[in-house]
């Protein structure tokens, strides 16, 4: 599906402009020491003319045919691309994780990796780093996420195929 690009879209914004909107899409994921499941996800990328995306992700478990039934959780945050295609983004997930990501955009594709993990007293999540890859392939934006926890080297834990909705 083709997309426009706003005129009045903040010039700092034109690398990551093909992932503007929302985005819907299903997956697989891996819990580190444990099972293996699907799920359906929903992504979106907005901006308010200014230098940064904002971004939300929901994942959701599905029924048989394909419906959202509950919550398996959602992250959200800020994408801060710079003019010499070097990339920050900020992501806070609910179960007291935060993660700060660098990395590079070339093209359509983003290359993150931690820089910097944090999590409360009370996290849900042992998360020591992460790994994250995004691409428009085919218009679609594919993307992993890889994570390594106080038990876990970095290893799969996310990967999804979404479709512009």
Same mark, same amino acid.
């Given at each position: 599906?083709?997309?426009?690009?706003?005129?009045?879209?903040?010039?700092?914004?034109?690398?990551?402009?093909?992932?503007?909107?929302?985005?819907?899409?299903? &997956?697989?994921?891996?819990? %580190?020491?444990?099972?293996?499941?699907?799920?359906? #996800? @929903?992504?979106?990328?907005?901006?308010? !003319? $200014?230098?940064?995306?904002?971004?939300?992700?929901?994942?959701?478990?599905?029924?048989?045919?394909?419906?959202?039934?509950?919550?398996?959780?959602?992250?959200?945050?800020?994408?801060?691309?710079?003019?010499?295609?070097?990339?920050?983004?900020?992501?806070?997930?609910?179960?007291?994780?935060?993660?700060?990501?660098?990395?590079?955009?070339? &093209?359509?594709?983003?290359? %993150?990796?931690?820089?910097?993990?944090?999590?409360? #007293? @009370?996290?849900?999540?042992?998360?020591? !780093? $992460?790994?994250?890859?995004?691409?428009?392939?085919?218009?679609?934006?594919?993307?992993?996420?890889?994570?390594?926890?106080?038990?876990?080297?970095?290893?799969?834990?996310?990967?999804?195929?979404?479709?512009?909705?």
């Amino acid at each position: 599906m083709a997309f426009e690009i706003d005129s009045r879209l903040n010039t700092q914004l034109l690398g990551v402009a093909w992932m503007l909107g929302h985005w819907e899409g299903t &997956g697989n994921g891996h819990h %580190l020491g444990g099972e293996d499941f699907t799920f359906s #996800v @929903t992504v979106d990328f907005a901006e308010n !003319g $200014g230098t940064y995306m904002h971004y939300i992700m929901q994942l959701f478990e599905t029924d048989e045919q394909g419906r959202p039934t509950r919550s398996l959780g959602m992250e959200t945050g800020f994408w801060r691309p710079k003019a010499d295609g070097e990339i920050e983004v900020v992501i806070v997930q609910p179960e007291g994780v935060a993660e700060v990501y660098v990395g590079r955009i070339e &093209g359509a594709k983003i290359e %993150l990796t931690t820089d910097l993990v944090a999590r409360t #007293v @009370t996290s849900e999540i042992p998360a020591t !780093g $992460g790994h994250r890859l995004y691409g428009n392939v085919e218009s679609d934006l594919m993307f992993t996420y890889d994570r390594g926890t106080t038990e876990h080297e970095v290893q799969p834990h996310l990967w999804a195929r979404l479709a512009r909705a």
